[in-house]
Nanobody, 115 residues
């Protein structure tokens, strides 16, 4: 059973930065594509950033140039560096692991951007 545990969320002022981490266990991490999603109150969950097994990345238009996804296969961890945060980035952020038709989710970590 794959387990994903997110950390690093919190309260930050507009323009600030946070780094989210997602630690995976129970699987061979390098076999999975990884992604970060977010869900704001009253809105659907949306893809924020994705990284393939080989390290190729793509981002939602709303975060391009501000967020960076990366992975460390030796540590079984995926990261999301978030810079220049805006109030509209406020959401619960979820880690996702994908392989063929299988998806696993973390429990989520709250990010609140407010002055």
């Amino acid at each position: 059973q794959v387990q994903l545990v997110e950390s690093g969320g919190g309260l930050v002022q507009p323009g600030g930065s946070l780094r989210l981490s997602c630690a995976a266990s129970g699987t061979i991490f390098s076999l999975y594509a990884m992604a970060w999603y977010r869900q704001a109150p009253g809105k659907q969950r949306e893809l924020v950033a994705h990284i393939t097994r080989g390290g190729s990345t793509n981002y939602a238009d709303s975060v391009k140039g501000r967020f960076t996804i990366s992975r460390d296969n030796a540590k079984n961890t995926v990261y999301l560096q978030m810079n220049s945060l805006k109030p509209e980035d406020t959401a619960v952020y979820y880690c996702n692991a994908q392989r063929i038709t299988t998806n696993y989710w973390g429990q989520g970590t709250q990010v609140t951007v407010s002055s």
